[in-house]
């Protein structure tokens, strides 16, 4: 079992937790992931980690509300635990020799963003953040990124944070302004990366992306994380999760990431359930 | 008196048309009565070969003496100096690949008017190694034993077959073992990938426990290699040994057109839900696919449960897809029997060419966008022998057609886990991904870094991973107490 040390609401349904995992918080790097059960007879998910704290032996993830999972976790408080929590696993993002570099926040995807983004800070690189909401109510972690940014480009759907537009707008701007960047890296919603990979294949530009597919393992025993990579099936688990960007088919990324959309509507909405019944009780 | 009948007693299953529905396991098991009739079979070799057919080389014939005699907890001392997990080995093991195989009595003509009318069936030891495994866990109280602890640390890497029995010869041993689990419960193949009907989960978890109970440490959610390295567990963890038996994970694919579609499953995804994350239990909340035609791509044990699981989930066609005969099917012949009972279809020296995907509209305009709905097949002869000595499968031109399928299910075995490999320095491993070890010791290319398994072998079976494992469990014990 393991403890969640704390909980912060980052938004109306985005949630930053800490658990309590002492090997883990000593070894995750940037772009690794857990795969935690909430309960015993829960399903396994994937997140990636946001962050650790060595000393303290914690590890910090964040998550979208999204399905029966996550709201359950969501329901969960400080001082409580969960059943599974198992990492790191994946290959960490490679960092090594870059001095400026982009990095591309998509909604909840920026909370994968953000630990790429310190280690890229943290070696010595120029960062640019560019992040993408869908309105000013669904902003997370402004602060933390402001920190390890040089610059740091607010975009939203409707203009009412930052700059209205997407990220490839911002992105295409910086670039067309002289910007050179040794490196994109790009966390997001699927159709985001996809977008976001056309426009730097066009100039060229080395693009990194994070990918999230369905997991169970995690340690490429089930291979239901396959991805195509320049037509090749790689597993996201073990051979990513961080792909060229250039060389992933995102349709079928997105295809398959559809697979359950049924049967996890169902489950969420009968967890939704659960949770009116006992908070009526 | 000896049984000179010829035949085993059949093995009681459950009826096939309740059982395609239920995930209850399907051999009932022998009654004492039965169990003593067919241990009366059994000649007591002078120079058993049956002892050698077995990959731990349990003392057979004095075992089944024993049953004859109705000692069954005496009988039940005498598998456990050999084998650690026989309830479950009863249940999986290809007898008739191994012990059963050679059996004398397959030498013995049966003569009916003073002809011959053929050979006569063996013993039927895997039945009475079940029944005796079975016998033990409903009536005796634990094993007595004399461990003397051994002041020494060894470090199991996978709780599959060739862990559990290398930790459970160390720890009778005297030693301090600790196994380390990837997933969140023990068991490896034996709880994600065999189902309830053939092994039940329970049986399983009761033979752990009594790992534990021998003072063996399980440790789960522990992917070693990530979170821990070889190199840290025996510079910084004290551990002395280590034994890898991380089995073959890594599920193969055929490579043709359409196989990231949606309802295409590689048998290892497929039988982790249903088994190990209980998606065929409706308040489960993992989910899976309940296709109404199935198409299982192989012909090993890993496609029978597979096909068998299809069937239970409610799919109303299983297919077979098989592309050498029947002859060839490397699947254990019950298993074959009891999927044949229960309605699976098969289709022998096919080959799949494409899955065929829907890819009418888009996935706004059409929900079934991107599923299978079809796999393309083309029919195969028999041409000349391989390298397995097995006649080589060729395509007959223009004999393709398609199955009416909406689920397809990759069951064409597993290549080696390269997460160790990939994070330890010393270690080698083949052409293949299969770890290199020494034949005769089973130890690695890294010094006090032993493996078993199909780690080492690539897929394979329970119990030969079980005799690897136990193999280790020697060297490991000549090494740390000549340290």
Redesign the interface.
Known sequence: MYKIVSKECLNPTVTRMNIEAP??AK?AKAGQFIIL?VTD????IPLTVAGTDPEKGTVEIIFQVVG??TLELNHKNEGEYI???????GKPTEIEGYKKVCVIGGGAGCAIALPVAKALHNIGAKVTSIVGFRNKDLVILEDDFKACSDEYVPMSDDGTYGTKGLVTDALEKLIDSGEQFDCVFCIGPLIMMKFVCQLTAKYNLKTICSMNPIM?????????C?V?VDGQ?K?AC?DGPDFDGHKI?FD?A???N???RE??RK?YDEECNLFKKESTL | MINMRPTKNPMPTQDPHKRAHNFKEVALGYDENTAIDEAKRCLNCKNPSCVKGCPVNINIPSFIAEVAKGEFEKAYQIIDKSSSLPAICGRVCPQEKQCEGQCIKLKVPVMENGKKVGNMEPVAIGRLERFVADYHREHASDVDRDITKKNHKVAIIGSGPSGLSCASDLAKMGYDCTIFE???VAGGVLM?GIPEFRLPKDIVQYEINGLKKLGVHIV????IG???SIDELMEKEGFEACFIGTGA???R?M?IPG??A??V??A??FL??TNL??AYKD?????I?HAKNVAVVGGGNVAMDALRCALRLGAEHVYCVYRRSEEELPARKEEVEHAKEEGIIFHFLNNPVEIIEDKEGN?KTNPN??CVKGLKCIKMELGEPDDSGRRRPVPIPGSEFVLDVDCVIMALGTSP???IKNTTKGIETNKHGCLIVNEETNETTKPHVFAGGDAVTGAATVILAMGAGKKAAKYIDEYLSSK
């Not at chain 2, 789960?220 to 992917?223: E, F, K, Y």
């Open positions: 090997l883990i070894k059960r007879d829960g399903e396994r029966a999972t059943s599974t929590f198992v990492g790191p696993l169970i393992d995690g340690t490429g025993m089930c291979g239901c396959r195509l099936m597993f073990v088919d079928s997105m295809m398959r559809t697979m359950y049967f996890e489950k | 990837a997933l969140h994600y789960t959610d522990m992917v990530q979170v821990l994970g890594l599920p694919f490579n196989e990231n949606k309802g499953y590689s290892n995804e982790t839900r994350m209980k308040d489960s909340k993992t989910p696919e996935m966008y991107g886990n390269p997460l």
